[in-house]
């Protein structure tokens, strides 16, 4: 029998680097130098090499153009092991793309043209309804239409799915319009955005249980960056540290989060335990440089681990044994 897949619904936008002394003025130039087009791509994309990296029968939805950074994002897709069949292209305007500005101080000055990500609708969703029927779980992105992603999140509830949303960036939300949202999973900011809080000035517990009140959720997961993750399910709740690595760079290391954690719940495990291993996989990618060259196979996750003497959940130590000895297929 055909194994459930993942589906991954998000966007794929690709970075463009450049070093400069300082970031221009308006109406000035000022040379650059180090141009690269990085291997880094949206929260999406991301999500879905990262996924299918770990061994999960992953499909990603989403819409580029048809152009050359197009062909670039989907050949990473494709050479991870994600299925494309439902990427949809646009013929008339380009794949996203974000122009980084890095200064000597290493600050990034950022613009995001979304592209084709911006044009992502319900109908490019309807026509990958029968992926949505084959899913066991389904990851929602944002820098796409919101609209298109609670949409989304209404299939895949249609279809029994179970559904986890990243509400990055994040936008103010209806207080019903996370409802068809299992598992919502935002790091602080975004969670003091969608309450409409200040950053930075509340407990991750308080957040949390403001999140589960304000959007009648069950499942709420705060991601803390350095200092873990604060788990809330129902009325239980519990913190997990980070597990302590030194980082090389940290862009990625949510969205390598939401792979572990799919990855957990996709065997059974339970929501601490598999975001337990959501910590253990983004602490491998915080560790390596870049964002999609840091997301980890199960192998590396399981050298990882042993080298650092992490421990990795006793339900999960048997599925790793299990998949990296026979690949699991979509
Ligand atoms: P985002 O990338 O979406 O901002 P976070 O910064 O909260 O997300 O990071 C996601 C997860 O990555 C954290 O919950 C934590 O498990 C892990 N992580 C991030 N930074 C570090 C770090 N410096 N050391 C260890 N783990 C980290």
């Excluded at 619904?9 to 970031?23: A, P």
């Excluded at 991301?46 to 999960?56: E, K, S, T, V, Y």
């Excluded at 819409?63 to 292209?89: H, K, P, T």
């Excluded at 600050?107 to 043209?113: D, K, S």
């Amino acid at each position: 029998m055909k194994s459930k897949g993942v589906v991954v619904v998000g966007s794929h936008v690709q970075g463009l680097f450049m070093s400069v002394s300082r970031f221009p003025g308006p109406d000035e130039t000022v040379l650059g130098w180090d141009f690269k087009e990085a291997f880094d791509g949206g929260k999406g994309s991301h999500q879905a090499i990262a996924c299918a990296r770990l061994g999960l029968p992953t499909h990603f939805v989403g819409r580029i153009g048809q152009d050359r950074l197009g062909n670039i994002g989907a050949s990473w897709m494709a050479e991870a092991g994600v299925d494309l069949s439902y990427l949809s292209r646009s013929k008339q305007t380009a794949t996203g793309c974000g122009f980084i500005m890095i200064n000597p101080d290493g600050i990034p000055a950022i613009t995001t043209a979304m592209g084709a990500n911006a044009e992502f609708s319900h109908e490019d969703i309807d026509l990958a309804e029968s992926v949505f029927s084959q899913a066991k779980q389904v990851l929602i992105t944002l820098e796409i239409p919101l609209s298109t992603a609670l949409y989304a999140a209404r299939l895949a509830k249609q279809h029994g799915a179970y559904t986890i949303l990243t509400p990055g960036p994040a936008e103010p939300v209806p207080s019903n319009g996370f409802a068809d949202v299992d598992l919502l999973v935002p790091n602080e900011n975004e969670a003091s955005t969608l309450l409409r809080e200040p950053p930075n000035l509340q407990e991750p517990g308080w957040l949390a249980e403001r999140l589960q009140e304000s959007f009648g959720l069950k499942q709420v997961i705060v991601t803390l960056g350095a200092k873990g993750a604060y788990v809330a399910n129902g009325d239980t709740t519990k913190a997990l540290p980070a597990f302590k690595i030194s980082a090389v760079d940290t862009p990625g290391a949510g969205d390598c989060f939401i792979s572990g954690l799919a990855f957990g719940l996709y065997y059974g495990a339970s929501l601490v335990d598999a975001a337990t291993f959501g910590c253990l996989t983004a602490a491998r990618s915080v560790s390596v440089p870049g964002s999609i060259p840091s997301f980890g196979t199960l192998a590396e996750i399981a050298e990882f681990a042993a080298v650092n003497r992490f421990e990795i959940p006793m339900v999960l130590r048997a599925v790793m044994d299990l998949t990296t000895t026979s690949t699991v297929k979509g």
